[in-house]
């Protein structure tokens, strides 16, 4: 099934390719939504970069959690009041889809937390037992995460059998995972039987993505693809007693600026969508440099 869809979009951007002809400076792009839920900033992604980037004569492929929607240039044709409304309902529906495993391991992870946080000032007999289905859950967050190199490969994989310049977007939102708040923790390191173990599951860095950066950034350069990267920042949790939140993605975070600077894209920790797509086209269009957006990004930083 998986390999019929990219064969479905390699077709769309090939047809749309012979009926341009090879127009200057042929433009593909990719938009890539990692996300948790629907939200504004992906529905301001999504209208922005029809508004401002998108050009006749340009090819887009967008990969939501459950379907790649291919754009030729006589598709990209259609008046764009007419082509955003529809592109929308099928992103929000697809990541409302896609992402329910995931919700279901975070519901199931907070509801361990807080049933530890219910017994923290006895610890009764079940304390040790319910430390056990979250190391599990951990692990099954894990097994999602490993799936993403391998999937990253197949986009690219799409850039080799069209001409122009590559572009991959990737939208990611920053993740984190409930864990006992202060006071169960310090409980819990003061529990000779239960100390080691608790530091174990609830806050030693065990989620290593395993994602090969070498083997990334040579598929990206072989298909000759820049990868620029928008770390978002998300809506604030909804704070629940007994439970607190630490990142969850750090590893993904490190991986990803690494292969954005070795492909030569952009990389930018935001909630704004529009700031990180407006960069992202500048930089293609020539119009400034990745070194004097990423200096300019400093200097605004440090003003904050």
């Known amino acids: ?33 990692n996300t948790i839920e ?48 529809g592109i929308l309902d099928q992103v929000k529906n697809d990541i409302s889809q896609g992402s329910v495993k995931y919700r279901t391991i975070m519901q199931e992870m907070q509801r361990s937390v807080q049933e530890m946080s219910g017994t923290a000032s006895t610890f009764t007999s079940n304390a040790r037992e319910l430390l ?45 995972r409930p864990i006992p708040d202060k006071k169960t923790m310090g409980l819990l390191r003061d529990s000779p039987a239960l100390s080691f173990k608790a530091n174990e599951v609830y806050i030693q860095d065990t989620d290593k993505s395993g994602l090969d950066l ?15 990267f928008l770390y978002l920042i998300g809506k604030n949790i909804k704070s629940r007693r007994g439970v607190d939140y630490m990142e969850n993605s750090g590893d993904v975070y490190s991986l990803f600026t690494k ?16 700031v990180f797509i407006d960069q992202v086209d500048m930089v293609v269009e020539g ?18």
């Open 287 to 304: 119009k400034v440099t990745v070194e004097v957006v990423e200096e300019t990004m400093e200097k605004e930083k440090k003003k904050n």
């Open 132 to 176: 056990i289905p979250y190391a599990q859950h951990r692990q099954n967050l894990l097994i999602i995460r490993q799936d993403m190199e391998k999937k990253l490969l197949d986009y690219v994989n799409i850039f080799r059998r069209v001409k122009g310049e590559n572009h991959l977007l990737m939208f990611f939102e920053k993740e984190f």
């Open 38 to 85: 629907y939200s504004a900033q992906l529905k301001e992604a999504v209208t922005h970069f029809f508004k401002k980037v998108i050009q006749p004569g340009d090819n887009l492929i967008i990969v939501t959690p459950a379907r790649f929607i291919g754009f030729s240039p006589k598709k990209l044709a259609v008046p764009k009041n007419q082509l955003i409304p």
């Open 1 to 33: 099934m998986k390999k019929t869809i990219l064969i479905t979009v390699i077709l769309v951007l090939t047809v749309g390719l012979v009926a341009q002809g090879t127009p200057k400076k042929q433009k593909n792009y990719m938009l890539v939504f």
């Open 214 to 228: 070498q083997k990334l950034i040579a598929g990206f350069k072989y298909a000759n693809v820049r990868f620029h």
């Open 259 to 274: 292969l954005a600077k070795a492909t030569g894209g952009i990389k930018l920790t935001s909630s704004k969508t529009s």
